[in-house]
C-alpha cells in the first residue's frame, strides 16, 4: 500500500492529485467562517451625503428626503 503511494508520487498525474488534496487542506485551515449574525456587515452611505446630492437617472433629476416611517410588520428577516 505504501509503495503505490511512493509510486504515484513520482507520476505527473500523482503529483497534481496531491497538490490538490494539500491545497484543498490548507484552504480550510484559513478558511474564515461565520458563525453568528455579527459577521455580516451591512453598510449604508452617510445621510447627509445622500440628502445633499442630486441624483440623474433617465433624464431627470432626483433629489432623497428622509422620511421615518413605522413598520408595520415586526417580522424578523433571517439571513442565510
Do not use: D, W
Not at 500523482?14 to 467562517?33: E, N, P, W, Y
Not at 449574525?37 to 452617510?46: E, G, Q
Not at 441624483?55 to 416611517?69: D, L, Q, R
Request: proline share 2%; aromatic share 12%; with cysteine.
Amino acid at each position: 500500500m505504501t509503495s503505490k503511494i511512493y509510486q504515484m508520487l513520482h507520476t505527473s498525474y500523482g503529483r497534481l492529485v496531491i497538490s490538490l488534496l494539500l491545497g484543498l487542506g490548507l484552504a480550510s485551515l484559513f478558511k474564515r467562517t461565520c458563525n453568528s449574525k455579527s459577521c455580516y456587515k451591512f453598510v449604508a452611505p452617510n445621510v447627509s451625503e445622500v440628502t445633499s446630492s442630486v441624483y440623474s437617472h433617465g433624464g431627470s433629476c432626483y433629489t432623497f428626503k428622509p422620511i421615518t416611517v413605522q413598520c408595520k410588520n415586526k417580522k424578523s428577516i433571517l439571513f442565510a
